[in-house]
């Protein structure tokens, strides 16, 4: 059974910083990781989805690197920003029979960027 | 069309009760999924359909949970005789094609649920 687990559990930093946040897996054979953004009271938004034939994926000021075989991946932020606070969630896929991309989460990173 | 939306926001209920959650995924979305959420955890799935077919239901926590999606679009999340343990944010998500491992998953607002 896929687990997920995320470090820091919270990170507090100053405007401007880069910054990475950590997420490890249990079973490697995953097709999928993503990485979501989560607003207090509001829905997950996709970040980025790297394929397991992938090792990294970059949207903006965001990468985010894949290490299947010792069952990582970062998600990397260039020069933080206010807005950039929020909780960062990682998921993994767990296949099923049919497919379908049943994805486990770790509990996230709170992030907070100070002005 | 529009996201994913989801309705209610904010349902109380008191311990026994019934509720009903809705989700209407994106337009032409055959794949949807359910999760729990608990206060400071991450979402933990309970049930997917493709179309109108409920594929895996492993994550269900009890017979009091039954979802639905009867025309392959709007799907209803039920919980009978609501515990306090119930108390979470319920998300629905949904993607394009079932299947496709590189689909991403497109989340709605979520319902959050309390149980007095």
């Known amino acids: 059974k896929q687990e997920v687990t995320q470090i820091p559990a919270a990170l507090s930093v100053p405007e401007g910083e880069n910054l990475v946040l950590n997420c490890s897996f249990t079973?490697?054979?995953?097709?999928?990781l993503q990485w979501f953004r989560q607003d207090p009271g509001k829905g997950l938004t996709s970040l980025l989805l790297?394929?397991?034939?992938?090792r990294e994926q970059t949207s903006g000021r965001l990468n985010a690197s894949l290490d299947k075989s010792s069952g990582r991946s970062t998600l990397y932020i260039a020069a933080s920003q206010p807005g950039d606070s929020a909780t960062y969630l990682c998921a993994a896929d767990e296949s099923y029979q049919g497919g379908s991309e049943k994805l486990v989460f770790g509990k996230g990173t709170k992030l907070t960027v100070n002005p | 069309g529009a996201g994913v939306s989801q309705s209610p926001r904010y349902k109380v209920a008191k311990r026994g009760q019934d509720v009903a959650l809705r989700c209407d995924p994106i337009s032409g979305h055959v794949s949807l999924f359910w999760y729990q959420q608990a206060l400071g955890q991450g979402p933990e799935f309970l049930t997917y359909?493709?179309?109108?077919?409920?594929?895996?239901k492993s994550g269900l926590p009890s017979d009091r949970f039954f979802a639905e999606r009867p025309e392959g679009s709007v799907s209803t999340l039920k919980i009978q005789r609501t515990q306090q343990e119930d108390s979470a944010v319920y998300l629905c998500?949904?993607?394009?094609?079932?299947?496709?491992?590189?689909?991403?998953?497109?989340f709605g607002p979520g319902t959050r649920l309390t149980v007095l």
């Open positions: 790297i394929q397991s034939s992938q």
């Open positions: 079973d490697s054979a995953i097709y999928n």
């Open positions: 998500a949904s993607s394009f094609v079932g299947g496709w491992r590189t689909d991403t998953q497109y």
């Open positions: 359909f493709q179309n109108e077919a409920q594929l895996d």
